[in-house]
């Protein structure tokens, strides 16, 4: 369940995608540090491979080891980067032939396919304290200078902390104060993301626990119900009592305890802390409602609760003492003459807004999504082939792939020269020819003055495009808003891609005027992008709601793997959070329809 896969190099902490994301790849996948190469099995992709060849080499060069052998994996990393080759082919020849992968790298790759373990990266790590690996997690921090503050006493998150506040980083050679503040931020941002899960895995582990407790009316709760973009606790609810949970679960949740005086038993699955509230029947709809809100929801229904002579908690509804019957949420709020508040709008954030939204009913659904845009194929950095990923899409219910393969910026993705994407296209065309439900799109870099990757006379060719940023992430607000508003007011741009550029627990967003850059996507009706990349889900949802009424939305996975194409439920759990119907989604179009609305936007900007 709990799956695992390498990231890319650690070292590599610059303004490219390709070392900072790791690629969509199902609810159970979660990202790991430097030193854990991940679980058995893993599904494999070139990026895989690359990541944990180069993660390797970095914590050599962290130990300041065998430096021959470092240069020997990332010089491998980089042949398979470069390939084209289908993943499984290369598993099959035993990565032979590959140019700068040897024998023993080869023998290696071969056994990391099979398990999941990269040996070399396991041994490393297991040299290096796991305070140190965690100073990988900060953005900015490569091998030579994490090995600087490792060997000045800094072994740990929270002591860099100390350390860029105290003046001791300013003083180390290599740094200095403005190096320091730089490093206060990034760490503090990493600190603030250690506590919490993706959407993702809190679904994953909270379904699972779910499925163990049948026979309890068990129901996922607390952020992953809500559909937050991080969770802190895979939170699940039961009609019973503690034993009947502990009967179940034993041998399952590591640590399982009670929480006293809570009706709470805790404890870890795969290392995520897991939450399970019991009550009787009578009192479930309370427990439902405590542990179905954020804090201030969960306070304001307490206060007014108190204010009516109620007691409202996890074990029930009280009046002077006694519990009266509340099976249902909708039992709790109608005791106390409220309205039952979705639990999609249960944030501060829907405070006075909430009413005026549509009913859950009404919201946009995974069955409303018609196109999947946006998905990448084996033409850049993805896994399967153009077929499959068409395959994939109808298999699971959808009415047609759109592609975005990267374009040439995108060097490090295998993106598309002018010729490849010439290639690309006339591929595309065929399958078109042979019934295939595919469009030709291409997921193009937003270059350092706005402008394009392609010129007008190629874009043309293309049935839609996205525009992102893939690079120079640091630049100034100013700069990087003039960037995005010309980027989105090009006449040849379909969807704005994942926004703002953050990653998840990982990576914030550039600094920018984001409302500058919607305004500039609603005066040239172009489509702003909810990527449902668990890592992403950007454009975030609080912006999605403010703008709700305003713009015209795609839910795309970014899928770069087969099973990416289910991630879907991540960028609807996000849509929905914003309030929007399938009426605000353009991928909820037929692909006719689609294609039409893509004319009009051309014909709007004299681009027919």
Not at 343 to 357: I, K, M, Q
Not at 417 to 439: D, N, T
Request: charged share 25%; glycine share 10%.
């Amino acid at each position: 369940m709990a799956e695992q896969h390498s990231g890319a190099s650690a070292s590599e902490q610059s303004e490219q995608e390709t070392q900072a994301e790791p690629r969509s790849g199902g609810p159970a996948q979660r990202p790991t540090g430097p030193g854990r190469s991940g679980g058995a099995s893993p599904e494999l992709t070139r990026k895989a491979l690359s990541g944990v060849l180069k993660t390797t080499a970095d914590l050599l060069d962290l130990l300041g080891q065998e430096a021959f052998r470092a240069n020997a994996y990332r010089g491998a990393a980089r042949s398979l980067e470069a390939l084209d080759t289908d993943v499984g082919a290369l598993v099959e020849s035993g990565f032979a032939g590959i140019p700068k992968v040897g024998r023993s790298i080869a023998a290696e790759l071969a056994v990391y396919a099979r398990t999941g373990t990269f040996e070399p990266l396991e041994d490393a790590a297991s040299q290096i304290p796991p305070g140190v690996l965690g100073l990988f997690r900060v953005r900015g921090l490569g091998p030579k200078k994490i090995r600087a503050l490792w060997d000045a006493g800094i072994d740990s998150l929270e002591t860099l902390r100390e350390g860029a506040r105290d003046g001791r980083v300013a003083a180390l050679k290599g740094f200095g104060p403005k190096s320091a503040g730089t490093i206060l931020e990034a760490v503090e941002f990493a600190l603030s993301a250690q506590e919490r899960q993706f959407l993702s895995t809190g679904l994953d582990v909270s379904e699972a626990l779910a499925a163990w407790l049948d026979g309890l009316e068990p129901r996922v709760a607390g952020d992953a119900r809500r559909g937050l973009e991080t969770v802190r606790a895979a939170r699940v609810t039961v009609t019973g009592t503690a034993e009947d949970v502990t009967a179940r679960l034993a041998g399952r949740v590591e640590d399982l305890t009670p929480v006293d005086p809570k009706p709470l038993l805790s404890g870890r699955v795969d290392g995520v802390p897991v939450e399970i509230a019991y009550a009787p029947a009578e009192a479930r709809g309370a427990l439902d409602l405590m542990m179905g809100g954020s804090a201030a929801y969960r306070e304001a229904l307490r206060a007014e609760a108190r204010a009516q002579d109620f007691d409202l908690g996890g074990r029930g509804l009280k009046r002077n003492g006694t519990l009266l019957p509340t099976p249902t949420e909708e039992d709790v709020t109608r005791a106390l003459n409220l309205p039952l508040r979705p639990a999609e709008y249960r944030e501060p954030e829907h405070d006075g807004v909430w009413e005026t939204l549509p009913a859950p009913g009404e919201l946009v659904t995974v069955a409303d999504l018609k196109g999947m845009l946006h998905t990448h194929s084996v033409w850049s950095d993805g896994a399967a082939t153009l077929p499959e990923m068409v395959e994939e899409t109808l298999r699971l219910g959808h009415a047609y792939l759109g592609t975005g393969d990267h374009s040439r910026a995108a060097h490090y993705a295998n993106g598309l020269s002018i010729e490849r994407l010439r290639a690309y296209i006339r591929e595309i065309r065929e399958l078109q020819r042979a019934g295939l439900p595919i469009l030709a799109g291409a997921e193009v870099d937003i270059l350092e003055d706005g402008s394009l990757d392609y010129p007008d006379e190629e874009l043309l060719n293309l049935d839609y495009v996205v525009a992102s940023v893939h690079s120079l992430f640091t630049l100034d607000r100013e700069r990087q808003t003039e960037r995005l508003v010309r980027a989105v007011s090009h006449p040849l741009t379909t969807i704005l891609g994942h926004p703002t550029g953050r990653l998840l627990l990982r990576r914030p967003s550039y600094t920018l005027d984001l409302d500058a850059v919607l305004a500039a996507c609603e005066e040239n009706g172009t489509v702003v992008e909810i990527n449902a990349n668990a890592y992403r889900l950007d454009l975030d949802w609080r912006d999605a709601l403010r703008w709700r009424d305003r713009l015209t939305f795609a839910i795309n996975t970014d899928a770069h793997v087969l099973n990416g194409l289910s991630d879907t439920r991540y960028g609807v759990a996000t849509a929905r959070k914003a309030g929007l119907t399938p009426d605000r989604v353009v991928n909820t179009l037929g692909q006719e329809d689609f294609l039409a609305f893509v004319r009009r936007q051309r014909e709007e900007r004299g681009q027919a």
